[in-house]
């Protein structure tokens, strides 16, 4: 089975892209981040869920979502994710902690984490390519982006 | 008079032991650096003090100090809990800070992303708001201190629980200038004896007053971090 869990900042707004690059961008163009779990695994589902609320998430400050869609007046939707065979260190971390979890309920046949930022506003193909060039490293990150129509 | 003898946890990733180790050290403290992974939990009552320092214990992964949060508890189980239980103090220093406020001692609440967004490294005055708690003892109502990290606005389950932790001398440590959007500008937290302490600023970076950025700084004979430390070691040796 393969489950998708969404971890966003409960707190976080649309946010200027100042933060996310080097030198100076659009003003008009807003992000939001958020975190990324592709779990295919077997077993107990529950199970799962309840690793994830223990060990991923935090109820105070975040929001978990189960199989994300896309916000609403999305403009471009950029995925950066580790190559494979490059090492993720965080998920060699979470797969550490459900390790010595024998008794989870479940086992874990993959893993896949990509930090997921959302853009809004007008982004242009030079914006975009400045966003990719300072949030992705082509050495071991690959990226998705995906335009709304 | 007995030296009280405090022990450091380190995790892969902290970097603030050495700093912290000294300033335990000039306080009068006996310190032992322990990597988590040869903490053994049935030693733990050797000690009076035990010690989360800052950095990026696992890399921040997931999220600043859940994973030393989930290392805690597979190697030692309850014995932190147990520690304070006993009556011993515990103190928490910016990722130590957020790893105290995941394993349940403080009260409530969670240290989430800057509202800037960005890691912020400035120097903070700061207001002591409880007035029980033997860390501040010797520090007067204002001072400041040193701040660096990226993960340190103060959120609570519910923005009326920060009042309160205020209301109620919770909130160890107000910030003067909320520069990163903790509710209620919180800076950090006590539980309710006082004896565990959670904060965000460094004061491992100012026991000198030389670390001052005002060369000429002379507002007390050490910098304002070392009345901290010395706060809770004369508590400590005083109660041995």
């Known amino acids: 089975m393969r489950v998708v869990y969404e971890i966003s900042g409960k707190y976080d707004k649309p946010a200027r892209c100042g933060g996310l690059v080097n030198s100076s961008i659009d003003p008009g163009v807003t992000y939001q981040h958020s975190r990324i779990y592709e779990f295919t695994f077997e077993g107990d589902s529950a199970a799962l869920e309840s690793f994830v609320r223990h060990c991923l998430f935090d109820e105070i400050g975040q929001v978990l979502t189960r199989d994300p869609g896309t916000p609403p007046g999305l403009s471009l939707l950029l995925e950066v994710g580790m190559k494979p065979g490059s090492l993720d260190l965080e998920k060699e971390a979470i797969l550490s902690v459900h390790r010595a979890r024998p008794e989870s309920g479940f086992t874990l046949s993959a893993l896949r984490l990509r930090q997921r930022y959302c853009f809004f506003g007008q982004v242009t193909e030079s914006t975009e390519r400045r966003l990719v060039r300072d949030l992705v490293n082509p050495a071991i990150q690959t990226h998705t982006l995906e335009r709304s129509a | ?240």
């Open chain 2, 1 to 240: 008079m007995a030296r009280p003898k405090a022990l450091l946890f380190k995790f892969p990733g902290t970097n603030a032991d050495g700093e912290t180790d000294r300033a335990l050290r000039m306080a009068g403290f006996l310190t032992e650096v322990k990597p988590i992974a040869v903490v053994d939990p049935s030693t733990l009552g050797d000690y009076r003090l035990l010690v989360f320092s800052g950095g990026f214990s696992y890399g921040d992964y997931v999220m600043a100090g859940r994973l030393a949060q989930l290392e805690i508890e597979r190697r030692l189980g309850s014995a932190i809990r147990d520690f304070h239980g006993a009556g011993g103090h515990l103190l928490g220093i910016c990722n130590g800070f957020q790893i105290l406020s995941k394993i349940g001692i403080l009260p409530p609440a969670s240290l989430i992303s800057n509202v800037s967004g960005r890691f912020v490294c400035r120097w903070v005055p700061l207001h002591r708001v409880a007035r029980n708690n033997p860390f501040l003892a010797t520090l007067p109502d204002d001072f400041e201190l040193p701040v660096a990290h990226a993960e340190g606005r103060l959120v609570t389950p519910e923005p009326e629980d920060a009042a309160e932790y205020v209301r109620t001398g919770l909130a160890a440590l107000t910030y003067g200038d909320n520069f990163n959007g903790s509710t209620a500008s919180i800076a950090g937290l006590q539980d309710a004896s006082g004896r565990a302490l959670g904060l965000m600023p460094h004061p491992e970076r100012f026991i000198d007053r030389h670390q001052h950025y005002d060369r000429d700084w002379a507002a007390a004979g050490h910098g304002w971090g070392h009345y901290l430390f010395q706060s809770i070691h004369d508590r400590l040796a005083a109660s041995a």
